[in-house]
């Protein structure tokens, strides 16, 4: 390997357990696993951090990046301590997401791709979450799925989000 190490020894060790999962030929199987172990650890997927996986996965950066490029999930800079993703694909948009999204943009102060000045919230724009049926549906941090987000509950989020841990 000849990028320099940028990933802690526990999270090569979980890349590896993914790794592992696939024939040995087709270790790049791994990427999308091994870009959100890196982003745990970085909060983030700065170019370094994705030519390292591409490096430790042994395949083309230029392929690394197409992926973390492609899916809402990663984060190609910097985001705020909680992101929210607001799906606003056709079903929710008919079920009150561009509601939200505006409520949303007004209560945060910020649009889309953007975090607020204290660095609490950042918000992204997602395609389809896989649950129509409750929309408007928001995802917290690549792994709370929120449904049913009226303004109410929206409010109710922020406030709590914005209490200190």
């Known amino acids: 390997m000849n990028a320099p190490m940028l990933l802690s020894p526990e999270a090569l060790a979980r890349i590896d357990r993914e790794i592992a999962k696939y024939p040995a030929e087709e270790r790049q199987s791994a990427v999308m696993s091994a870009l959100a172990i890196a982003q745990e650890e970085k909060g983030w997927l700065a170019t370094e951090t994705m030519d390292f996986v591409a490096d430790?996965?042994?395949?083309?950066?230029?392929?690394?990046?197409e992926v973390a490029s492609f899916y809402t999930m990663?984060?190609?800079?910097?985001?705020?301590?909680?992101k929210l993703t607001l799906c606003t694909n056709l079903p929710c948009a008919l079920s009150g997401a561009n509601k939200a999204a505006e409520h949303l943009k007004k209560r945060l102060g910020i649009g889309f791709g953007e975090t607020t000045a204290d660095g609490a919230?950042?918000?992204k724009e997602g395609e389809c979450l896989g649950a129509?049926?409750?929309a408007p549906v928001m995802l917290l941090n690549n792994t709370t799925m929120l449904s049913w987000m009226?303004?109410?509950k929206?409010?109710?989020l922020i406030d709590s989000q914005r209490k200190p841990e």
């Open 150 to 152: 009226s303004n109410e």
């Open 132 to 134: 129509c049926g409750d």
């Open 121 to 123: 919230f950042t918000l």
């Open 154 to 156: 929206i409010d109710e």
């Open 56 to 65: 430790y996965l042994r395949m083309p950066p230029i392929a690394v990046y």
């Open 74 to 82: 990663y984060n190609l800079k910097p985001v705020g301590r909680c």
